[in-house]
């Protein structure tokens, strides 16, 4: 079963920030949070990860909660092409722990 | 950087047929894995290997199903014989080292039995 939760939509407009949010109150130590998205017909696309520090790569921000029970992926510049389901996923550091994917949030950027 | 690529895109064919998806991981990754994507059950993990080995088989559904990774640039899915149930979307992924790192997923084919 997934270990987050994710509200099923979100609408945001072109060129503001997207702001996704992520619960994982469940959370254990060994337990890193990634992102990924789908775009139609595409497969899974990954996005950032982390553990406990707040990141940032090209294309997001990662925004951990001290608790680390909920975080938030920031989309800073949303464009139309960034139309896409987001799956946020917890998992386990050791191998083998596979990934679990949700239902995620189904984000629209609108013109 | 070539991706996972994975053929073929697309596969439509009868019911009882040998059906076989091909993958290709990035070039460099140890692990690869195979998932199907449904509406009704989302994406799933049927298999994964590392080294060539396949470590995990528990997601795949029934005897019909069997996966092969004769060396590290090369993996294929099977399904033989095919079965309606088994129309979804295939995608294979790839990643390198230890389990914190991400994996990388094709397009996938989107399989059709008619």
Redesign the interface.
């Known amino acids: 079963d997934a270990k987050t939760t994710q509200p099923p939509s979100m609408d945001c407009a072109e060129g503001r920030a997207a702001n996704l949010p992520c619960n994982h109150s469940t959370i254990s130590g060994n337990e890193?949070v990634?992102w990924y998205r789908q775009i139609h017909?595409?497969?899974?696309?990954?996005i950032i990860?982390g553990l406990k520090n707040n990141e940032t790569n090209e294309m997001a921000s990662l925004i951990i909660t001290e608790d680390r029970k909920s975080s938030t992926l920031i989309l800073p510049h949303a464009t139309l092409r960034d139309t896409a389901v987001y799956y946020c996923i917890v998992?386990?550091?050791?191998?083998?722990?596979?990934?679990?994917?949700?239902?995620g949030t189904r984000l629209s950027v609108l013109p | 950087d070539a991706g996972v690529i994975q053929s073929p895109r697309h596969e439509v064919t009868e019911m009882g047929q040998e059906v076989t998806l091909r993958c290709k991981p990035i070039s460099g990754h140890n692990s690869l894995f195979w998932y199907r994507q449904t509406m009704m059950r989302g994406l799933e993990l049927l298999i994964y290997f590392n080294n060539n080995v396949p470590i995990d088989d528990s997601g795949m559904p029934e005897d019909r199903f069997s996966a092969k990774m004769p060396n590290a640039s090369f993996s294929t899915l099977k399904i033989q014989p095919s079965e309606p149930r088994d129309s979804a979307v295939y995608f294979c992924a790839s990643s390198f080292g230890t389990g914190r790192q991400p994996q990388h997923f094709g397009d996938g084919t989107r399989l059709s039995i008619l």
Do not use: I, L, M
């Open positions: 890193y990634y017909s595409q497969g899974p696309q990954y990860h998992r386990d550091n050791n191998y083998g722990q596979n990934f679990v994917f949700g239902p």
